[in-house]
């Protein structure tokens, strides 16, 4: 009696430091909702607490061949559903309302730019206010807070992030009133009068408003382990641009890039976090999982050329998906003839 009394005090302590390594490691949802209460038969404590594999290190010399192409994942496709579910939203109030079991992509992402984990990159140079090249996939243009804080303790850092993690809002046409309730009026500098309206509110992006993830990777032959490989570079949200016309009519007018990640860092970070498996709720993988093992479809927008250019400037529609499937065979092919004799 006094064993198992023993052993079921270990059992115990061993659960209580499992949950205390997975809520230290990420923060992200577990099966153990409440203390001492495991929604599920075990404790799903392998992913969260899991280490990440490095890459393997590739000399310049090995690397006898390499070709970097730009894609993007539509996360409209089936097989793409694990990067886009579960959604999570914003209440009327303000308050994030994320999945309990489990988070997509951009949650995720979101939940870490937050706290400062990852570093953002601007996709066009802050000092054009976006209105010049759209080059950030080369990630030199970095949105850093002030050392030692985050979104939530650096006022400057929060504001410049409003433009890569939400939008304004709709300016309210109901104007501000004074203590009498009589509308504030404002002397503006040519000697009109206007009404003094409430600030625009903000309107954070959601994972339903994330409708592609765009990658830039480079894929490589590497000659001392006769493999041929790649590695993600960087990846980037994509939401839709819409305008608004004369009658408030809204409309899609075009795709824009959030921001730019350096996927390496990411992946100490989606190391430990759980993907859905439609066929088995006991071996769910994580998210660097997913990318490593190349679990999702992804276009080819562009690829390394002398022109430096995409393919969207000389194929359209069906024309530029058999041109992207063209550029995949190419670099498949490589690997093939380097193996016939």
Known sequence: MKSLLIGAVGIFF??????????????????????????????????PTKRMIPYEYVREADAIWSKRVFEYIDLREKINHSLYYPLDRITPYGAWEKNARRWSL???????????????????????????EKDGYELKYPIDPQPGLNFYTDSIFRDDMLYYIGKLGPQSDIPLTDD???????????????????????????????VQYRLKEDWFFDKERSVLDVRIIAIAPVV???????????????????????????????????????????????????????????????????????????????????ESEQIKNEIRNIEHDVWSF
């Open 14 to 47: 061993i659960g209580s430091t499992a949950i205390c390594q997975i809520e230290q490691i990420n923060g992200g949802p577990v099966n153990v909702p409440t203390e001492g209460i495991i929604d599920g038969v075990f404790i799903q404590e392998h992913i």
């Open 106 to 132: 951009w949650t995720i992402i979101r939940q870490h730019v937050l706290e400062g984990d990852l570093r953002v990159f601007s996709p066009y140079n802050p000092i054009s206010f976006g209105l010049g």
């Open 180 to 210: 009498f309730g009589d509308p504030i009026i404002i002397n503006m500098p040519d000697g009109s009068m206007e009404y003094k309206y409430p600030p625009r509110d903000t309107v954070w992006y959601t994972s339903q408003d994330i």
């Open 240 to 322: 839709y641009r819409t305008e608004e016309d004369a009658n408030g009519v809204k409309s899609i007018s075009g795709m824009e890039e959030c921001f730019w990640l350096y996927f390496p860092h990411c992946r100490f970070i989606l190391n430990n976090y759980f993907v859905y498996n439609e066929s088995n709720d006991s071996q769910w993988m994580s998210f660097d999982d997913l990318f490593w093992k190349r679990r999702f479809n992804g276009v080819i927008y562009s690829e390394s050329n002398v022109y430096d250019r995409k393919i969207e400037t000389y194929r359209t529609g069906v024309d530029a998906l058999h």
